[in-house]
């Protein structure tokens, strides 16, 4: 039988030391060469300890941001970039990222209830959104992250790492988005409008340029 979460925790209680960290490894995540932290004085906080699990927005259709028009047009935060029957495609407020996009389903369900046809238009998708990604000059590669802690209704995240900055790389990107400068406003709306416009041309849908 899988583990339970009882036994996971009993597992994890175990590692920890008197204070109830769990000690760091000093061969791990802190020797490789893009960790960006200094290491003197690092700790984990005490923890974890059991709990019920977080209650997600969403769980009632109702209450869901997908219930409410979305904001639209590449100037505007969390606005639609492109569209089609299916899914919509946002761009979040600019962070450190050369861009960040938000790739959702039209319809109010999680991934799990994806049937087989959304679920292989979604496959068209995300590698069409990678292409995309990747053909802005300031990018090298575009990672992609499904979460889903926060929010009941699909959706994945599409961050574009910067080229050609070796410390900023791999699955630290997501902490070197918070850390860098955020992109001016008008270079975030071009490069949501350069992916917007890829996107087009590899699946067609719609590309929105301006606020309804």
Same mark, same amino acid.
């Not at 200094?38 to 709990?51: M, S």
């Not at 979305?70 to 606005?79: H, K, M, S, T, V």
């Not at 799990?112 to 292989?120: S, T």
């Given at each position: 039988m899988p583990e339970s979460p009882e036994e996971y925790f009993a597992r994890v209680a175990a590692a920890q030391d008197a204070d109830g960290r769990i000690p760091l490894d000093?061969? $791990? @995540? =802190? %020797?490789?060469?893009?960790?960006?932290?200094?290491?003197?004085? !690092? +700790?984990?906080?005490? $923890?974890?300890?059991?709990?019920?699990?977080?209650? +997600?927005?969403?769980?009632?259709?109702?209450? #869901?941001? #997908?219930?409410?028009?979305?904001? +639209?047009?590449?100037?505007?935060?969390?606005? %639609?970039?492109?569209?089609?029957?299916?899914? =919509? @495609?946002?761009?979040?407020?600019?962070?450190?990222?050369? !861009?960040?996009?938000?790739?959702?389903? +039209?319809?109010?369900l999680d991934v799990?209830?994806? $049937?087989?046809? =959304?679920?292989?238009a979604f496959g068209r998708l995300h590698v069409a959104l990678v292409a995309s990604v990747e053909e802005l000059p300031s990018v090298g590669r575009c990672h992609v992250m499904r979460i889903g802690d926060g929010g009941v209704h699909a959706h994945w995240w599409f961050l574009a790492r910067p080229a050609r900055l070796p410390m900023v790389f791999g699955s630290f990107m997501v902490d070197w988005d918070d850390f860098l400068p955020p992109l001016p406003l008008d270079v975030w709306a071009e490069n949501a409008a350069f992916v917007a416009q890829r996107l087009h041309e590899r699946l067609g849908g719609n590309v929105v340029t301006a606020l309804a």
């Open positions: 000093p061969d $791990g @995540v =802190l %020797v490789w060469d893009v960790f960006p932290f200094e290491t003197e004085g !690092l +700790r984990l906080k005490p $923890g974890p300890v059991p709990g019920d699990e977080r209650v +997600r927005s969403g769980e009632d259709p109702a209450t #869901c941001q #997908c219930a409410q028009p979305p904001a +639209r047009g590449p100037r505007e935060p969390f606005g %639609v970039v492109w569209e089609d029957e299916n899914f =919509l @495609v946002k761009a979040p407020p600019p962070s450190g990222a050369p !861009l960040m996009l938000s790739a959702v389903t +039209r319809g109010h799990p209830d994806m $049937g087989a046809d =959304l679920a292989a």
